[in-house]
């Protein structure tokens, strides 16, 4: 056991024992009911998903590119394509 934590109040060892990811054994073999109240989401989880293209609009912007890439290389090879003029 942690000596820092030895001497602690329950609530605040509860804390410290979360946010350190750490369980320490406790005195008595009775269960303790969880105070843990569901975590907000935070603002860095929609921060983060802001920069992102979606999967649709990407794949549309692919499918652009390829086909004015196509399109691009048959000008410069002088090639006839039966739906062109």
Known sequence: MNP???DLDPKLKETYERVMGTVTP???NMPQASTDTP???TQVVTAKNRGRLSPI???I???LFFIIYTFVWT???KLKLPFLP
Request: hydrophobic share 60%; glycine share 0%.
């Open 4 to 6: 820092k934590t030895a």
């Open 26 to 28: 406790t005195a008595s």
């Open 39 to 41: 975590k907000p989401q």
């Open 57 to 59: 609009l990407l794949a």
């Open 61 to 63: 912007v692919i499918v």
């Open 75 to 77: 000008i410069v090879f």
